[in-house]
């Protein structure tokens, strides 16, 4: 597993309410509401599609067990839930090529980044271009005064985590803090790809900030809390 979705994964646990759910092959987990692709659950990321399901606790298996998608969905789908099919079935188009990697979110996460309809046209949207080469993302990271550039473009997304980008000696809050930028980039890359929507780097920092506060709430450690509080207000949330 690469590092971003190991971490939150790994984090989960504390910071959600939800159960971790261990994905086997896909029988036991609920394609809808388990947590197996990210951290929110489809539910959450595409409430308006899963409101016309008819087998809101269908498992994973069920859901690829075809070519297309099994959602058994109600006919007639409101505006906002054909959209969010789109959405879905662009996210999901990679993993169903790829059964054994329905084992790990991450993997057909990063399948799914790295298909034809990247961030910017004619430039392969690996994950060093998706995280901090794109124009888009390195404008984020200037705009909370992160200095990316001088990484070498050779870097894996797992080689992030090596080099010391944010000045945390607390290993893993450190982990935490880039889990949770890199988490956001994501979410504007999908926005702009899946909804033409281009969000500002305030909105960007703003949900950081707001995760890191959630993910603090929800940490067992008081000191890692405090730190990752910290952290929080590190985010500019108004201009
Ligand atoms: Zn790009």
Known sequence: MTPIWKDI???LPSFRKETKVLLGNGLMTAFWVDLWFGPDTLADMFP?????????????????SI?????????????AAAQELMELSALMAKCRMIPSL?????????RSASSSSGCCTGIE?????LF???PRNRSFWAFIGIDVTSLPASLGTDQLWTESLLLENNPRVCSTVLTCVLWNIWKCRNAKIFRHEDET????????????SLWSNRCSSPVDRLKLETWSGFFPVYM
Not at 49 to 60: D, E, G, I, M, Y
Not at 71 to 79: E, V
Request: with cysteine.
């Open 9 to 11: 994964y790994d984090l």
């Open 48 to 64: 308006a599609l899963f409101s016309h399901t008819l087998r809101p606790n269908a498992s994973v298996a069920r859901v690829f």
């Open 67 to 79: 070519t297309t998608l099994q959602l058994s969905l109600r006919p007639r789908l409101t505006a």
């Open 102 to 110: 329905l084992l790990s979110g991450e993997a057909t996460l990063f």
């Open 125 to 129: 949207e690996d994950c060093f271009h």
């Open 132 to 134: 901090i080469a794109c």
């Open 201 to 212: 780097n305030l909105t960007i920092s703003r949900r950081c900030s707001e995760d890191l």
